[in-house]
């Protein structure tokens, strides 16, 4: 046992923190409630390690050990590589491949054309992912556009569905999960209205992610969740003339399928999969690029608000770690949310076009000469914004459920 080994245990460290040596932690790609997740150099070249504070997940632990079993039991084309795990005396640590190709919409934006027939493509990759899973009994439920990146940045590098923080596998494939979980705009009715959910909720996601890679808007854009609540039920998906008189009737065919108020209604991964409009034949030469730029520009005010944020959580946890000798926090909370810009998620193997060609630390560098105050300003004013709203969301949501407890009670009691 090596001198490092020895003192590890004299700290009171477990036998897998030993691991720990084999990686030099890099800048920050973003943080939770539980933890913060870092680049890092590893034996085997780039990775993201996800770190997990214990007294965060106290009481939940089994959170995390379903996360690394379902991680390690994956195995696609389509979905993040699970690589390693260790533990501290105060994380957990899960190691998983880093996908260096950026996110779908940032990559799209860097070509000089995306057609209905290249969206069709881009989805069908998604898509076998997600079918992969449903047929493990697991359902990841956090599909939205920055969770779909690009393993490399070849010119034919896959597409990969990365974090699986509220995935759950289903101990039988008619178990009903019953937590609100997803992401404001991507959740299912039934998410929102806690009814009880299932694999449907990721084909729910899926429609409103065709709907808006092939318009560069979503089909529910109310602010509130009662609001939102209402537009997702009814369903009634609006193709304005506008954007959509230049794509094909399949692929409306295709999102109508899968944005089913019901999810009994809504199709299965499989029939989706053997949708005609996958096959790519029928879909239109009609280039996107105009709409997708105009909806990545609308983005970058919500990037800004997002590193606000970022700093803020990081700030929350460093406050929170039981081991400050042994920090994996950034020492600049605020640095660290300016460099982990997600349009940088994962450094470039080469630089792709003039807009990228520079690296993370230049070009959020460049970023903060080019805030202005005005800029500042309105970024400020979202955060607070959005704070309120993510208060009255919570007092709705909670009245929601309270509502639908109340009905459920009326009805056991009257039957």
């Known amino acids: 046992m090596s001198l490092s080994n020895i003192m590890n245990r004299l700290h009171g460290q477990p036998e897998s923190y030993d691991k720990k040596g084999r990686y030099k932690f890099g800048r920050t790609l973003g943080a939770g409630t539980y933890g913060i997740v870092r680049e890092a150099e590893g034996p085997m070249g780039q990775v993201a390690i996800k770190i997990i504070l214990k007294k965060n997940v106290k009481g939940n632990e089994r959170m995390v050990l379903d996360e690394l079993d379902m991680l390690q039991r994956l195995k696609h ?3 993040v590589k699970f690589v390693d795990w260790f533990e501290s005396r105060d994380k957990y640590y899960i190691v998983t ?8 919409f940032d990559r799209i934006c860097d070509q000089g054309r995306f057609t209905e027939k290249d969206a069709s493509q881009t989805i069908k990759q998604v898509l076998e992912a997600v079918d992969y ?6 359902v990841h439920r956090d599909l939205k556009p920055e969770n779909l990146l690009y393993r490399t940045r070849a010119p034919d590098s896959d597409l990969v569905l990365a ?11 008619d178990e009903v999960l019953t937590t609100m979980a997803g992401s404001f705009g991507y959740a299912a009715p039934e998410v929102m209205l806690k009814q009880g959910h299932g694999k449907a909720v990721d084909m729910w996601s899926m429609g409103v992610i065709t709907y808006t890679l092939l318009c560069g808007y979503s089909p529910f854009r109310s602010e509130t969740l009662q609001e939102l609540i209402d537009e997702c039920s009814t369903a009634d998906v609006v193709f304005h003339k506008q954007y959509w008189k230049d794509v094909s009737d399949d692929a409306k065919d295709f999102i109508k399928g899968l944005l089913q108020p019901k999810p009994e209604a809504r199709w299965t991964s499989q029939q989706a999969l053997a949708h005609p409009w996958l096959s ?3 879909a239109t030469d009609h280039n996107l690029l105009p709409e997708i730029k105009q909806y990545m520009a609308k983005a970058r005010l919500r990037r800004g608000i997002e590193r606000v944020k970022l700093a803020n959580r990081i700030e929350a946890l460093k406050m929170q770690e039981d081991d400050p000798d042994n920090t994996d926090m950034p020492d600049d909370a605020q640095a660290a949310a300016d460099q982990s810009h997600r349009s940088f998620y994962g450094r470039s193997d080469k630089p792709h076009s003039s807009a990228s060609s520079s690296t993370p630390s230049q070009a959020s560098s460049g970023e903060k000469r080019t805030l202005s105050k005005a800029v500042k300003g309105a970024i400020f004013r979202e955060v607070v914004l959005a704070k309120v709203r993510e208060m009255k969301q919570q007092e709705q ?6 509502d639908a407890e109340k009905e459920a009670k009326r009805k056991s009691f009257s039957g």
Not at 133 to 138: D, F, P, T, Y
Not at 163 to 168: M, P, R, S, T, V
Not at 397 to 402: P, R, S
């Open 97 to 104: 491949e880093l996908a260096t190709g950026g996110e779908l």
């Open 133 to 138: 899973l449903h047929r493990n009994n697991v």
């Open 280 to 282: 790519g034949e029928n």
């Open 77 to 79: 084309p389509h979905i």
């Open 163 to 173: 974090d699986f923080g509220i995935a759950k596998m289903l101990d039988s494939k």
């Open 397 to 402: 949501a909670l009245k929601v459920t309270e």
